[in-house]
């Protein structure tokens, strides 16, 4: 009766100003059903959470194309990561995690430096895990990906299928689908995780029957570790090298070939005009060529092995793993000589 007798006025304009729902999709209300079979759900009630998403303008503009991009700036890219807060909350999260972060390098062989520098790039340690409600996010990122994108049909397709399992977490997890909030992308908790990654990869690292990306650093400490060491990580590898360029035996496009990705001897890379350090000539894998540019100022190399690779497995992008590196180690340092100043007896 209270809708029959609403006023046209206000419900036209709350129509005008509320975001529009997915129940009224037919592809969405499709997919749904589809979705309920697979996961052994009642279509209505699928439907009924997919229809309660809302389209966010806010997350397609967020993976639209821009008409124009400023020229790539590692420098400027560093300094929004290596900021003091950041490095700060970084070296109080090792002191109240150090007993986990030395168990999960222990038993996965993965870094607690870069751990900790994940942790600290994705979310400031859990500070800013995201505002945008999960199922608003990945549904609109699957039913109105931006069609001006080149991979628009690929990445609608990818993110469908995150819908799918976020839908599966929230039904193993026990968690509300429409309560949970992540990135505008659908990443979740501490570690920004996709729902099929937490699938895949997180874990219960602190024995409580349950795995909480959310509350649990030690879950996110061990989920992270066994991310990275599913993707090869390789226990007591460098993750990178210095490196000179001899402009006189320089093939720079024959060093890029490959981008990222480790395909390149020490010696290989000497001949193409890439002086690697002392240690990086020792190298016993393959190395790839990083290139680091800095806008208007001169670009940046390293020789990048393949733990800097098994880091972009997480972003793909050298900015991202390079800042991951860096920060972990400040806040390795810093921690360590926290550590240092404070007397014996003062220490737990």
Known sequence: MALLSANPATAAKRARTEPAAY????????AANAMAARLHMRPASVRGVIGKAQRLPAVV???TPGQASAARDWALYRSRVMEPLRIQAGVQFWQRNADTLARAERETGVSANVI???????????????GYRTIDALSTLAFDFPA??????QRAAYFLQELEEFLRLCKTQGLDPLKVRGSYAGALGMAQFMPSSWRQYAVDFDGDGRIDLFGSRADAIGSVANYLAAFHWKPGMPT???VQLDPQTLDLPA?????IVPSMSPLAMRERGAELDE??????GLLALIELPNG???????AGTDNFYTVTRYNWSSFYAMSVIELGHEVQTAWQRDSAAVPAQAKP
């Not at 129940?23 to 499709?30: D, G, Q």
């Not at 208007?296 to 390293?302: H, I, K, L, R």
């Open 116 to 130: 900790v520098g994940i942790l600290g790039v994705e979310t400031i340690y859990g500070k800013h895990m995201g």
């Open 279 to 284: 240690a990086g000539q020792r190298h016993p």
């Open 148 to 153: 001006v994108h080149p991979k628009a049909a």
């Open 23 to 30: 129940r009224s999709n037919p592809a969405a209300m499709a």
């Open 61 to 63: 503009n967020a993976v």
């Open 296 to 302: 208007s100022a001169p670009t940046q190399y390293v």
């Open 240 to 242: 990178h090298y210095a």
């Open 255 to 259: 060093l890029l070939q490959n981008d």
